[in-house]
Every structure is written in C-alpha cells, then in structure tokens.
C-alpha cells in the first residue's frame, strides 16, 4: 500500500465530500493534515476529528483559495504549525449547471474565481515553499471527455486546471516536485448529486461499466498513491477515475 509517512498534506475544500475522504486517506496513510475550508468551520473541524481518532495529526484553517492573500496566509499558518508542506491537493471546487445561454456573469465569475484563480494562486505559492520532492494533485473532470448541456462553464475551467497542470509540472520538475491531475466520474458527493433527480444519477451510473457512480474513497484511493513516492515518475498527467464512463 503507497504510504506518504512523516509528510505534510495541504488539502483544499477538505470540509466535505472527496476532499474530507482524501484528507482522511492520506492521514491514515501517515501524513499530517491541514484541512481547509471556506465557510463550513465546523463540518472542517469534524473531519480533524476523525483524523485524531485514528491516531493521526490534523488542523483545520480557513482561507478562500480565489483570494490571494488568504492563500498566503494559508501557506504562512500550515508552515508555521507544521514547519513545511511535502502535498498540495487542490480539491476546492464550485459547479453550477446551466445551460451557456442561461448563465449569468456572476455565476460564470464564481467558477472561474474558485476552479481556476484558486488552483492557480495555491500553485504560485507552493513553486517557492512546497517542500522540495514534494507533491501536487489538482482536481480536474471527467465531464471534459464527453459532452453534457449544462457543463460548459465548469468544464471550461477544469480543462484550464489540466493545462496548469501540465505546464507547472514542467517548471517545477527541478525541485523533484511532480504534479498531476485526477478526474473523477460521478461520484456520490453533495456537490454532484445536489438537485439531481434519482432518475439523472441512474442515467450516468449507466454509463460506468460496473453501473454505479463513484465514492469519495474510490478517488482518495488514487490521490494518495500519486502524493506518495511510488509515483514520482508520474508528472504532468491526467489520471481518468471514473469506472469506464469516459
């Protein structure tokens, strides 16, 4: 089993969902945990519990990553409390389906201000104070690979993240830092099954060769494998979780 023991993980929008199993994973893996959260203090603190639970070491701090300062502050309280950070698991997200016509400036800015400025500001602070041979997992999508009404917005900034990916993987490879991005299929999150009617989510577990949708543990699974050493010569890849659907 890939271990990341005695590492240092960052994980964005950790209070909920995959980002509060990747952050469990990786604790039971053997890293200390920076939770962070935007707005949901206590559904954060939750999760610090249930990693203290199992042995482990985990602190919740709040920033909202679209904000640069906040980010630097982010990085300033996770170094100072744990002296560095090895992993960065960019996970914070926001989607809001509409159709392109229907969507309002104001929605289109909220994706675009979290999905992609928040990537890139975490990504501008982790080139200098990541830990050297350290790890960064970004979060992309699979609903990049297929066309669904709706999606257009969202996709359009997760397909940005991939080429943040790729291009940072590139700049920070001198540093033995490797990064990566992953894309989950539908999974059984509140961010994904919120407002869909179950006959929507049978539709798309149809779609998954073993006719379901995914759990957060079916993603963390893979985020800590690619933030331990195992995969170090993986870099500037995109890894397709999604049980076949794409």
Known sequence: MSDVLGKVALVTGASRGIGAEVAICLARAGAKVIVNYSGSKQAAKAVVEQI???????????????????????????IEHYGKVDILVNNAGIMI??????????????????????????????ATRLAENGSIINFSTSVNRIMLP????????????????????????????????ISPGPTNTELFTSGKPETVINKLASLSAFSRIGEPE?????????ASDEAKWISAQNIG???AMA
């Open 150 to 181: 709706t999606y257009g917005p969202y996709v359009a900034t997760k397909a940005a993240v991939e080429q943040l990916t790729r291009v940072f993987a590139k700049e920070v490879g001198y540093r033995g830092i490797n990064v990566n991005s």
């Open 218 to 226: 079916d993603i963390a699974k893979i985020v800590v494998f690619l």
């Open 52 to 78: 203290k639970i199992i042995g482990r070491d985990a602190i919740a701090l709040q920033a909202d990553v679209s904000s640069t300062i906040d980010v630097k502050k982010l990085f300033d309280a996770a």
């Open 241 to 243: 979780a999604n049980g």
């Open 97 to 126: 389906n509409t159709l392109i016509k229907d969507t309002t400036d104001e929605d289109f800015d909220k994706q675009l201000n979290v999905n992609i400025k928040g990537v890139f500001n975490t990504l501008r602070e982790a």
